[in-house]
């Protein structure tokens, strides 16, 4: 079942996230989708993540549906003109690609091409979503009329606790159709922070799947906390994971996660959870979802 059928059967929904590999071989994508299919509803294939070169994610959105796996073409519009960005969409479409989070991208100077790259950005993220929407319409940027129209089902980030009312509003506006937040840890305080949103009535009919990760390290923690805009770790957490490494900290990473899933299962308005495990994704999603008693 296609992701915008599961979430408008209001079924919990669970989608993870998958970066392609470096190297051209499809094999650890697909060892991948054979380990966690069964245990999502979809996977993001991200889209040169923290400006580093990685295979293609249209590439290896094939390799998922060649297996199984209902991929979300992460598509950024860093590296992109917008012919490009229109070329890719439409191939996606051909392909089988149906759904599509849109994204401006990591800034250059996070990687190793901020000296020899370009930051093209013919449009943001909510331009992104408005050509998503022309392309739905049957119509490109320049006016080209399609036979064919695409039909993406479109999302785009939200982040908890520094996202306002208006802004999540534009976003919908816009063509979102979904969002996936950034990660929560602290689930009380985005209660109250979400709870804000849902009661004001902008979200009536939007899915928001909310993101998860299982921590390794009490030294990601602290990069999260005081550098990613909206990651709040609460004390627990910290406290979890103190001190720990290797094994012992990937197993309380887990349960953290569990945990926090959990939680979200209560607050109104969430539709699901989106896993998030840099560096160790295949291994986390298949530990945490059944922790979890997602499946």
């Given at each position: 079942?296609?992701?915008?059928?599961?979430?408008?059967?209001?079924?919990?929904?669970?989608?993870?996230e998958?970066?392609?590999?470096l190297n051209p071989?499809?094999?650890?994508?697909?060892?991948s989708?054979?380990?966690?299919?069964?245990?999502?509803?979809?996977?993001?294939?991200t889209?040169?993540?923290?400006?580093?070169?990685?295979?293609?994610p249209?590439?290896a959105?094939?390799?998922?549906m060649?297996n199984?796996?209902?991929?979300?073409l992460q598509?950024?519009?860093r590296?992109?003109?917008?012919?490009?960005i229109q070329?890719d969409l439409?191939?996606?479409?051909?392909l089988?690609?149906?759904?599509v989070?849109a994204?401006?991208?990591?800034?250059?100077?996070?990687?190793?091409y901020?000296?020899?790259?370009?930051?093209?950005k013919?449009?943001?993220?909510?331009g992104?979503?408005?050509l998503?929407?022309?392309?739905?319409?049957?119509?490109l940027?320049?006016?080209?009329?399609?036979k064919?129209?695409?039909?993406?089902?479109?999302?785009?980030a939200?982040?908890?606790l520094?996202?306002?009312e208006?802004?999540?509003?534009?976003?919908?506006?816009?063509?979102?159709?979904?969002?996936?937040?950034?990660?929560?840890?602290?689930?009380?305080?985005?209660?109250?922070w979400?709870s804000a949103?849902?009661?004001?009535?902008?979200?009536?009919?939007?899915?928001?799947?909310v993101?998860?990760?299982?921590?390794?390290?009490?030294?990601?923690?602290?990069h999260?906390?005081?550098?990613?805009?909206g990651?709040?770790?609460?004390?627990?957490?910290?406290?979890r994971?103190s001190g720990?490494?290797?094994?012992?900290?990937?197993?309380?990473?887990?349960?953290?996660a569990a945990?926090v899933?959990?939680?979200?299962r209560?607050?109104?308005?969430?539709?699901?959870v989106?896993?998030?495990?840099?560096?160790?994704?295949t291994?986390?999603?298949?530990?945490?979802?059944?922790?979890?008693?997602?499946?």
């Amino acid at each position: 079942m296609a992701l915008r059928d599961i979430l408008a059967s209001g079924t919990f929904a669970v989608t993870a996230e998958l970066s392609p590999p470096l190297n051209p071989d499809p094999a650890p994508v697909r060892a991948s989708a054979a380990a966690i299919k069964g245990l999502v509803d979809s996977a993001n294939v991200t889209d040169n993540p923290a400006a580093t070169a990685k295979v293609s994610p249209l590439a290896a959105s094939t390799w998922l549906m060649e297996n199984g796996i209902d991929p979300i073409l992460q598509v950024t519009t860093r590296d992109r003109n917008i012919m490009a960005i229109q070329s890719d969409l439409l191939g996606a479409w051909a392909l089988g690609v149906r759904s599509v989070l849109a994204l401006s991208g990591d800034p250059l100077k996070v990687g190793k091409y901020a000296d020899i790259a370009t930051d093209v950005k013919d449009v943001d993220s909510g331009g992104l979503l408005r050509l998503i929407g022309q392309l739905n319409q049957g119509e490109l940027a320049a006016g080209e009329k399609l036979k064919t129209p695409t039909d993406f089902f479109a999302a785009a980030a939200m982040n908890p606790l520094v996202d306002t009312e208006a802004r999540v509003r534009g976003k919908i506006e816009a063509g979102a159709r979904f969002f996936q937040t950034n990660i929560v840890f602290d689930v009380p305080r985005f209660a109250e922070w979400f709870s804000a949103l849902v009661g004001s009535g902008v979200l009536d009919g939007i899915p928001v799947l909310v993101g998860v990760m299982p921590p390794r390290s009490t030294r990601a923690l602290e990069h999260m906390h005081k550098n990613i805009p909206g990651v709040e770790v609460d004390d627990a957490t910290f406290a979890r994971l103190s001190g720990l490494s290797g094994d012992e900290a990937k197993t309380a990473g887990v349960d953290v996660a569990a945990g926090v899933i959990r939680q979200l299962r209560e607050v109104p308005g969430v539709a699901g959870v989106h896993i998030m495990a840099n560096g160790w994704e295949t291994e986390a999603i298949t530990r945490v979802v059944p922790a979890a008693r997602l499946r």
